[in-house]
């Protein structure tokens, strides 16, 4: 596993499978969705003071590489290194079982509006600044 920089352990609930009882695939993006949501918390902006503030990060591409399945009950760590290219808050997300096998590689890119508008986001940079490493 590498070195990340938020790591959020997890569990495969019943209803995340399927009639083959593995992780139906669109669930793999809701755990990288919530391991956002609970990173920038951790950071100090959880989504509803974002939207609050009339500030909205917003998905601009998601690219994902399935590995192995998960099944029902099986543990999980979901981790994240973020980035910026531009604009763009680039977040590398993967996700490994218990014993450390990749399940999935993501790239998850995300803009920031303002106010409805589309922004820098540099508000977003200031609180991440501690976390991101060099653009990609």
Known sequence: MKDYI???PMKVRDYEVDVEGIVNNANYLH???HT????C???GLSFRDMHCRGIDP???RVEIRYR???G???SMVSCLNISRRGPLFVFEQDIYSADGTPVVEGIVEVACLENGR???GDVLAEAFAPYLSKES
Do not use: I, N, T
Not at 36 to 39: A, Q
């Open 72 to 74: 029902l009950g099986d």
């Open 58 to 60: 917003v998905l601009s």
């Open 41 to 43: 918390e951790s950071a």
């Open 31 to 33: 755990y990288m969705e």
């Open 118 to 120: 589309l922004s820098r």
């Open 68 to 70: 192995k399945p998960l």
């Open 36 to 39: 956002r949501h609970e990173f």
């Open 6 to 8: 938020f790591k959020l």
